[in-house]
């Protein structure tokens, strides 16, 4: 396929639905299966009323190519706003200037802070979710920064300073597909491309599994962390037994409930930190009995203090 032309997007669905990862695949950008898409089951995302689901700007006005390898789109969306499932035929970056989102794919979910952002291979199938008003920038690259194998999954990149500036730029500076290559465009095409290579990556991310009800569960648990204290009710909600849930856990995962909780209480925790709430707050409303128990946490988890991994957003 050449991938300055990506497949004809269908007709959108109802405007107050919940984009689906799910179904048939003619409910993404093209016709045709996404390439990753035999890879893992497409369960679908959980309805989610009172929201508006959108889909994608036209792909077509904003594909790269070999005369523009890179290319940058804007975005605005508000707290109650959705971009529904869809592929590329090229790889993209994808962050926000301000404002939180959450990125799926069938596989996983990546909450999303102004100073991080999702790389997003060619043909992986993704939903946008606006948790709070943002301002999205997206960079479309024909290629990866990089040969490395890495690039051919999702990675959660830190933001510096110069990538954000520079893909901010590069979406001011609006070109229509018939218009000469300017230096200026060539030299921040190549700078965003050294900036995606040296980027820190971070282990962000909760898994997600294909089990339909181990599904339900986890998206439940995303949304609403602290509404159950224990896994017996979780459990209960997708009827099913702790002990079915823990062996597909382990099955569909391969962790345990506590460890896949501790992700997600990570994610929600980003967000409650871009909202510039107190440590020992997030930790309290997180259901820790200290804040050097959240601090434990956090460490353990990503390898840094929260000092550190927070004062980024």
Same mark, same amino acid.
């Given at each position: ?77 508000? #707290?109650?706003?959705?971009? =529904? ?21 069938? !596989? ?46 999702? !990675? ?32 921040? #095409? ?14 962000? #991310? ?52 506590? =460890? ?19 440590? =020992? ?5 997180? #259901? ?26």
């Amino acid at each position: 396929m050449n991938p300055s032309r990506p497949a004809v997007a269908p007709p959108a669905p109802s405007a107050r639905s919940r984009p689906s990862l799910g179904g048939s695949p003619s409910g993404v950008v093209g016709a045709a299966r996404a390439p990753h898409a035999s890879r893992a089951s497409r369960a679908p995302l959980p309805e989610a009323p009172g929201r508006t689901s959108l889909p994608p700007l036209d792909p077509r006005r904003y594909a790269p190519s070999a005369e523009r390898p890179v290319r940058a789109k804007s975005r605005s969306l508000d #707290g109650h706003m959705d971009i =529904q499932a869809h592929f590329h035929t090229w790889g993209q970056f994808v962050f926000s200037v301000t404002g939180v989102v959450r990125v799926s794919t069938d !596989r996983a979910t990546f909450l999303v802070p102004p100073s991080r952002g999702v790389w997003i291979p060619a043909g992986v199938v993704h939903a946008v979710t606006a948790v709070e008003r943002c301002e999205l920038r997206t960079l479309y690259l024909l290629n990866p920064p990089a040969d490395a194998a890495a690039w051919a999954s999702n !990675r959660v990149l830190e933001v510096s300073p110069l990538l954000r500036e520079l893909a901010v730029q590069m979406a001011r500076d609006e070109v229509e597909p018939g218009d000469a290559v300017a230096d200026r465009e060539a030299w921040i #095409g190549q700078l965003i491309l050294d900036e995606l290579r040296r980027a820190p990556t971070l282990q962000l #991310g909760v898994a997600l599994p294909t089990d339909k009800r181990l599904r339900r569960l986890c998206e439940a648990v995303l949304a609403e962390p602290m509404r159950h204290a224990s896994l017996d009710d979780w459990a209960a909600e997708v009827g099913a037994s702790a002990r079915t849930v823990s062996r597909l856990f382990r099955q569909e995962l391969g962790s345990s409930y506590a =460890q896949w909780r501790q992700q997600a209480l990570l994610a929600e925790a980003l967000r409650l930190a871009a909202r510039r709430k107190p440590m =020992q707050v997030i930790a309290a409303e997180l #259901g820790y009995a200290s804040a050097s128990a959240f601090t434990a946490m956090v460490t353990r988890t990503v390898g840094m203090p929260p000092s550190r991994f927070f004062g980024h957003t």
